[in-house]
């Protein structure tokens, strides 16, 4: 059995360290190794429109078009389908292999034997 990790970001631009640390977490777990799903909540939903995650500036952090980045690259990320219908966003609309997908999706991960989930 592999673990795999399950992060949830709630938060954008109106918390910056908050966001920053889910998605560094989802990053260096991607690059260990680690089985990681990176789902994009509430103003997070925002971060997977392209060029938007590049107005998260925080001095002495990892940028997080790099982060999210390194998520896609050896991971999965995913906006939340309420989320995503609140802000009219499609997945035309969103940096591509992000995908739109619901609560049943993210308990299904979250749950699955050797899952660790956290949300920030």
């Known amino acids: 059995m592999s673990r795999s990790l399950v992060v949830k970001v709630t938060c954008g631009l109106d918390a910056p360290e ?4 889910g998605f560094t977490v989802a990053a260096t777990a991607a690059a260990s ?8 909540t509430g103003e997070a939903a925002w971060l997977a ?8 500036e925080l001095p002495l952090a990892t940028p997080l078009p ?3 980045d390194a998520v896609l690259a050896a991971g999965s990320v995913t906006v939340c389908g309420q989320c995503a219908a609140r802000r009219s966003l499609t997945e035309a609309d969103l940096v591509d ?3 739109i997908a619901g609560a049943s999706v993210f308990v299904e991960e979250a749950v ?8 920030y």
Request: hydrophobic share 45%.
């Open 97 to 99: 292999g992000v995908r």
């Open 49 to 56: 429109v392209p060029g938007r995650a590049a107005e998260l």
């Open 18 to 21: 908050r966001c920053n640390q």
């Open 66 to 68: 790099d982060l999210l």
């Open 112 to 119: 699955r034997e050797g899952a660790q989930a956290l949300v």
């Open 33 to 40: 190794g680690v089985p990681v799903s990176l789902w994009l």
